[in-house]
C-alpha cells in the first residue's frame, strides 16, 4: 500500500532577545528553558488507509526538551495556583489556532486574548500551529501578542507539529488550509486539505483534552471537519464543527437591510447544508422583530432567488470589492460561533453550524457534517432544533447540497477509512469566494 509521507525538517527555536536580555536578572525567569524544537513522531501525511480502519497514534512519551516552545514573556512563570484559589479567576483553558500566521488570525488571536470570547475574567494560553515556511511569520504574531499586555493571555507558544501545539487543548480553532489555486480540480482541493485535517484529527486524538472542541474553518470546512472527525475517535464526535456562522450573520444583514430594520430584530436563521454555493440560506424559519420574515418580506420571489443567490455568493463579490477574502467578517463568526457554544441561547432562537448528521431530525443522511438549527445550554455542548418547518421548496434545496455533501465524502473515503476514493461530484461548486 503507498503511503505518501512529508517530514519537513525542524528549525531551531527562535526566542524574542527582548526577553533574553533580562533572563538571568530575574529569578522567574529562571525555570524556563530555551530549547530546540524537535519532532516527537514523524510529521507524516497519510494519503491513503486500510478500509475501515483509522490509523490511531498513541500519544507520544514525554519529551521535557522538545514538548513546546514558549515565546518571550510568556515564558516567565506565572504562579496561577496561588490566583485560582481567588474568586476573580478562572482555571486557565488551552486553545489551539492552526494557520496562526494567517489574516484570519491576525483578527482572531486578539479577540481572545482580550477577554472578548471566553470573558473577561477567564486566563488563557494560546498555542500556535504554522508551517515551516511561516515560522518567522508565527514569530511575528507571537510578539505582537506580546506588546499587546494582555493581562488574560498567560501563555504563548508556538510550533510547527500538531502533536506537540494539541497538547491538551480544549478548543482547537482549525483554520489552515491550502486555497484552491488556478486549474485546480475540486477534487484535488478535498484530498490536498484532506491529509491535513486527516493528520492534524490524529494528532488531537492524541494528545488533546477528550472533550475539546474543534471548529474547523479551513475549506471544504464540512468535509474537513468530517475527515478530522474520523481521525479523532477518542473525541466525541458531536464535539466537532464547520463554520458556517458567517453565512448566518450574512444572510441576517440581507434580511434586515430588506425589511429596513436592524440586525437585532433578526432571528432564528439558519444555513443548511454545505458551506459552498449549494449552501441553503433559510428564510422560511426566520423572523423579523418576532414575526416570520415571509410576512415582514411580501416579496417571495426575492427571498427564493435574489436572497439565495446574493448569500450563497456574498464571498466572491467581496473579494472583487476588496481585493482579498473576508479575513476578519471571518474571525468576528469565529467568535459568534464559540459564544453560542459557551452563552444559553435565548429563548426561542437559534444559530447555525456544521455539525454531525447522526441522529437528526431532519431526514437528512447520516455521517456527514451538515449546517443545522442548533441550541445551547451554554456549556460548549448543543443540540439540534426540533421545532422546525421544511417544506417542498427547501426539502429541495437541501437535497441538493446533502448531495454535494455525500459526493464529496466518497471522494475522501481513502482519509476516513472507507476504502478508496471514488469522486463524482455532481458539479464543480465553488466555495464562497472562491476565484
Not at 515565546?71 to 489551539?96: P, Q
Not at 441576517?252 to 441553503?280: E, M, P, R
Not at 435574489?306 to 456574498?314: A, G, H, K, L, Y
Request: charged share 25%; aromatic share 8%; hydrophobic share 40%.
Amino acid at each position: 500500500m503507498a503511503i505518501a509521507e512529508l517530514s519537513p525538517s525542524y528549525p531551531r527555536a527562535r526566542v524574542h532577545p527582548s526577553s533574553l536580555s533580562s533572563r538571568f536578572s530575574n529569578p522567574l525567569l529562571s525555570r524556563c528553558r530555551f530549547v530546540p524544537l524537535r519532532p516527537s513522531r514523524p510529521n507524516g501525511v497519510l494519503c491513503s488507509i486500510a478500509p475501515n480502519q483509522i490509523q490511531v497514534p498513541v500519544a507520544p512519551p514525554a519529551d521535557s526538551a522538545g514538548k513546546k516552545e514558549c515565546f518571550g514573556v510568556f515564558c516567565t512563570t506565572y504562579d496561577l495556583k496561588a490566583e485560582e484559589k481567588t474568586k476573580s479567576w478562572k482555571s486557565l483553558i488551552n486553545i489551539a489556532v492552526s494557520g496562526a500566521a494567517g489574516m484570519i488570525s491576525n483578527h482572531l488571536l486578539f479577540k481572545l486574548a482580550s477577554g472578548e470570547v471566553f470573558g473577561s475574567d477567564q486566563p488563557i494560553a494560546l498555542k500556535l500551529l504554522g508551517s515551516e515556511r511561516s515560522f518567522q511569520a508565527l514569530e511575528g504574531v507571537a510578539m505582537e501578542l506580546e506588546d499587546s499586555l494582555y493581562p488574560l493571555l498567560r501563555e504563548v507558544s508556538i510550533g510547527i507539529d500538531p502533536y506537540e501545539v494539541f497538547q491538551d487543548v480544549e478548543w482547537a480553532l482549525l483554520i489552515g488550509a491550502k486555497p484552491r489555486g488556478p486549474g485546480m480540480e475540486r477534487a484535488d482541493l478535498l484530498d490536498i486539505n484532506g491529509q491535513i485535517f486527516a493528520e492534524q484529527g490524529k494528532a488531537l486524538n492524541a494528545v488533546a483534552s477528550r472533550n475539546a472542541k474543534v471548529l474547523v474553518v479551513g475549506n471544504p470546512c464540512n468535509t474537513n471537519a468530517l475527515i478530522c472527525m474520523k481521525n479523532a475517535p477518542n473525541i466525541p464526535a458531536k464535539n466537532f464543527h464547520a463554520l458556517t456562522r458567517l453565512d448566518e450573520n450574512r444572510a441576517k444583514c440581507q434580511l434586515a437591510l430588506k425589511a429596513g430594520v436592524f440586525y437585532d430584530k433578526v432571528s432564528n436563521v439558519t444555513i443548511w447544508g454545505n458551506h459552498s454555493t449549494t449552501q441553503v440560506p433559510d428564510f422560511l424559519n426566520a423572523k423579523i422583530d418576532g414575526r416570520p420574515a415571509k410576512e415582514v418580506i411580501n416579496d417571495i420571489k426575492w427571498l427564493e432567488e435574489e436572497f439565495t443567490n446574493i448569500i450563497q455568493n456574498r464571498g466572491g463579490v467581496l473579494i472583487k470589492k476588496w481585493g482579498r477574502s473576508s479575513a476578519a467578517s471571518t474571525a468576528v463568526s469565529m467568535v459568534d460561533a464559540i459564544k453560542s457554544l459557551i452563552t444559553p441561547t435565548p429563548e426561542g432562537d437559534w444559530f447555525s453550524s456544521g455539525v454531525y448528521t447522526n441522529g437528526n431530525p431532519y431526514g437528512i443522511a447520516e455521517d456527514i457534517v451538515f449546517s443545522m438549527p442548533c441550541r445551547s445550554q451554554g456549556d460548549g455542548d448543543y443540540e439540534l432544533v426540533e421545532d422546525v418547518l421544511i417544506d417542498d421548496f427547501l426539502r429541495q434545496r437541501l437535497r441538493k447540497t446533502e448531495a454535494e455533501l455525500l459526493a464529496e465524502k466518497r471522494c475522501v473515503g481513502h482519509l476516513t477509512g472507507e476504502g478508496n476514493a471514488y469522486c463524482d461530484l455532481p458539479e464543480d461548486t465553488m466555495l464562497p469566494g472562491e476565484m
